[in-house]
C-alpha cells in the first residue's frame, strides 16, 4: 500500500484547510486510516483515525470540534478537515494505514503505511 498525502500549505489563525490521502496499491487489505502530525521539535502526535470499512472516527482531544475526518472509499481517499486553524496545529502531517484490526489506535507502532508527510503552516 502506498499513500500520497497532499494539501498543507500556509493559512492564517482561524482559516480552514482540507488535506487529502490517496491510497493505492493492496487498498483491499486497509481497516483503518489515521492521521499524524509532527511539530518541530515534538514527538509525532496521534490527530485522528477512521474506520475504512464502517463509520467510526476517534479524534485527539486537542482538535476535537475543529478537525473531521472522512474517507471515500470509491477514490480510496482519507480527508482531514480542518477548521479554525491555530498556531499550535503547525506540523508535518502524515497519513498512515493499518492492514489488521478494526480498532482505532492511537499508537504510531499500530500502522502499517505511512505517506511522505504534509506540511501545515498556521500564522498568528
Known amino acids: 500500500v502506498q499513500l500520497q498525502a497532499s494539501g498543507g500549505g500556509l493559512v492564517q489563525a482561524g482559516g480552514s484547510l482540507r488535506l487529502s490521502c490517496a491510497a493505492s496499491?493492496?487498498?483491499?487489505?486497509?481497516?483503518?486510516m489515521g492521521w499524524f502530525r509532527q511539530a518541530p521539535g515534538e514527538e509525532r502526535e496521534f490527530v485522528a483515525a477512521c474506520n475504512w470499512r464502517g463509520g467510526s472516527t476517534s479524534y485527539a482531544d486537542t482538535v476535537k470540534g475543529r478537525f473531521t475526518i472522512s474517507r471515500d472509499n470509491a477514490k480510496n481517499t482519507v480527508y482531514l478537515q480542518m477548521n479554525s486553524l491555530k498556531p499550535e496545529d503547525t506540523a508535518v502531517y502524515h497519513c498512515a494505514a493499518r492492514k489488521s484490526g478494526s480498532w482505532l489506535s492511537t499508537r504510531e507502532d499500530a500502522y502499517d503505511y505511512w505517506g511522505q508527510g504534509t506540511l501545515v503552516t498556521v500564522s498568528s
Open positions: 496499491g493492496r487498498t483491499f487489505s486497509i481497516y483503518v
